[in-house]
């Protein structure tokens, strides 16, 4: 009887325990889902929080026209929030003038700046002189993608361009030079903004052409280069800032037609940039007659890193996209594959492109750097300007004094010289009694920089452009040039072209004063080739002993000319100085 009770006690008991086990295992269970769960939930935070802090940075260096557009696609490309063999990764876009970036490879760049993974520069010429180098060669690549292209054009303001009636329809790239090298008429008072080709792939590209149709390096189209070197105000590369900005300061003063009138070559891309900016001021375009030129911006990849040489790689595979080209047509930029935007449909600018030229071999744009580099020196020049009686003469029958000559022509053709320049000023005869032949008026430095509220620049152009009462007392021309040259000798600077330029009538009737043959003499025993200091001579009028002045310069390896005209003094001046460079610096 007792035996139901007992067995039902027994199954109860053991029923509960299979429940208990079960709860308990339940339990654990869950226990460990829940800390699975945690332990993946930790590991998501900390792999967010590791690709928001800790990415894999690939640095992304680019030409500063292009630099936005890049910056942009960077930022579009970050926003994906891309992995790469599981880790996360993002680009950094900097703006980097191209020749630092070509030192940075070589091993010399600036220490500040970031290591370049990849690389936008505005030709693919950069990445051939990187490539060049010995030590850092094998990092540079081209990648096959062409991010953007733009054609170079000749420019001026449209009111100048209005009043130079040989900016016609048909312009050639010979309106960059000096009338002298086959360029236009220098009445027209046109001055020439060319970009520096150490350092612009606008400049470079320009120059080669432009040495091309030259004559290539020889001596004749290396002097024509020379003659550029002289004339041609050479503008820097911007940080950022628009390079045709200057020209929006344009304006032609009343009367003096297109006087000064700036002219230059920079790309369809800079043109819409420029005409955005100043939709009431829109510039006077035109592609060059014998055919364009073009700037294109390769990728380049310059890591050896696997893990960032892949990130470059994804990132390329945005700027090959078609988001990638509509946002560079946008830019003013044709896209990679020659298409253009809205804005060809401007004035001046061509939807379907100009006829493009071959592209300059590497080699040849390296040689015309270097030909430049020789050139463009500066000079360090010392101007005499003749105030004696002998300016009272007629430079032709009818025609003006030589004074008058002078003062039309003087002071605006000595201020064209580029920035690079340094120049003084000295009038003979003295008017102060001191013993001195001369009288210095400005003394020598950089034509930019400021003497009191004027620059240099300023200063030499007013001295040089007033009426100086002429003295009763005849020049002592000779003894003049003498203490000049002496002064230069003394304070000669290497690295320059080292000059004394004489403006004069070339007559010397001061009794008390050497004889042309004792001056030839003295330079014959200071002249000294290791620091060469040459005379430079423009003779007004005919009444001068041009002979002698020829003998002089030549004692020197300089060179005089005779003019009888105001508007020979600038064409002439710009000639003789550029012959006077291509001495020191052409080859044979």
């Known amino acids: 009887m007792n035996a139901g009770p007992t067995r039902r006690g027994s199954g109860y008991r053991a029923a509960r325990k299979r429940r208990t086990r079960t709860a308990a295992l339940t339990g654990l269970a869950a226990a460990i889902a829940a800390t699975f769960l945690l332990t993946l939930g930790a590991r998501a935070v900390v792999a967010r929080s590791s690709c928001v802090n800790h990415p894999v940075v690939v ?44 030192a940075q490879l070589a091993g010399g760049g600036p220490r500040q700046l970031p290591q370049a993974d990849a690389w936008i520069p505005d030709s693919p ?13 094998a990092r540079v690549r081209l990648s096959g993608i062409t991010l953007a292209r733009t054609a170079l054009v000749i420019v001026m303001p449209r009111p100048a361009a209005a009043l130079a009636p040989a900016f016609g329809s048909s312009v050639s790239w010979k309106f960059l030079l000096p009338q002298a090298a086959g360029g236009p008429a220098s009445a027209l008072g046109l001055h020439v903004e060319f970009p520096d080709p150490t350092s612009s792939a606008t400049g470079m590209v320009a120059l080669t052409e432009l040495q091309r149709l030259c004559g290539g390096g020889g001596r004749a189209g290396q002097a024509d280069l020379a003659r550029l070197a002289v004339s041609a ?23 003096t037609g297109a006087a000064t009138a700036p002219v230059t070559v920079t790309t369809e891309q800079a043109v819409v940039q420029f005409d955005r900016a100043h939709p009431r001021q829109p510039l006077a375009v035109r592609y060059p007659a014998e055919g364009s030129q073009e700037l294109s911006y390769p990728y380049v990849l310059t890591t050896t890193s696997p893990l960032r040489l892949a990130t470059a790689d994804r990132f390329g595979e945005l700027l ?45 744009a390296e040689a015309a750097i270097r030909t430049w580099q020789r050139l463009s020196l ?28 002078l003062v039309r022509a003087a002071g605006p053709d ?48 007013r001295v040089a452009q007033a009426s100086l009462p002429l003295p009763r007392t005849p020049a002592p021309l000779y003894s ?14 290497p690295r320059r072209i080292n000059a004394v330029l004489v403006l004069t009538a070339g007559v010397d ?25 040459r005379i430079v001579t423009i003779m007004l009028g005919r009444g001068g002993d041009l002979g002698a002045l020829r003998r002089i310069a030549a004692t020197t390896s300089g060179q005089a000319i005779a003019i009888t005209h105001y508007s020979q003094l600038g064409q002439v001046m710009y000639q003789t100085m550029s012959s006077a460079l291509c001495k020191s610096s052409c080859t044979s």
């Open 125 to 137: 010429l950069w990445a051939d002189l990187a490539g060049r180098s010995a030590s850092w060669g």
């Open 320 to 364: 090959r996209s078609a988001y990638a080209a509509s946002y560079v047509r946008y830019a003013g930029f044709r896209s990679g594959d020659g298409a253009a935007g809205a804005w060809a449909a401007w004035p001046g600018l061509a939807s379907s492109g100009p006829r493009l030229l071959p592209p300059p071999p590497p080699a040849q």
């Open 59 to 102: 640095n992304v260096a680019a030409a500063s026209e292009i630099g936005p557009v890049v910056r942009h696609l960077g930022q579009y490309f970050n926003s994906m929030r891309p992995r790469v063999d599981g880790h996360c990764v993002r680009v950094a876009v900097t703006t980097e003038p191209p020749r630092e970036v070509v």
């Open 233 to 255: 105000q050479v503008e820097p590369t911007p940080g950022g800032a628009s390079p045709l900005a200057p020209l929006a300061a344009w304006a032609p003063l009343p009367g």
């Open 480 to 493: 003049t040039i003498l203490n000049a040259y002496r002064q230069m000798l003394a304070t000669y600077q």
């Open 378 to 405: 500066g000079s360090r020049d010392l101007a005499l300007i003749d105030i004696s009686s002998a300016m009272a003469a007629r430079a032709r029958p009818g025609g003006p004094e030589l004074e008058q000559v």
């Open 509 to 533: 009737h001061d009794p008390g004063d050497i004889s042309a043959a004792t001056l030839v003499r003295d330079l014959q025993v200071l002249y000294d080739p290791r620091r060469p200091v």
């Open 414 to 461: 000595l201020a064209q010289f580029p920035d690079s320049t340094q120049m003084g000023l000295w009038t003979f005869p003295s008017q102060i009694v001191d013993g001195l032949s001369y009288q210095e008026l400005v003394p020598i430095g950089p034509l930019p920089d400021r003497l009191g509220h004027l620059t240099r620049r300023q200063r030499i152009e």
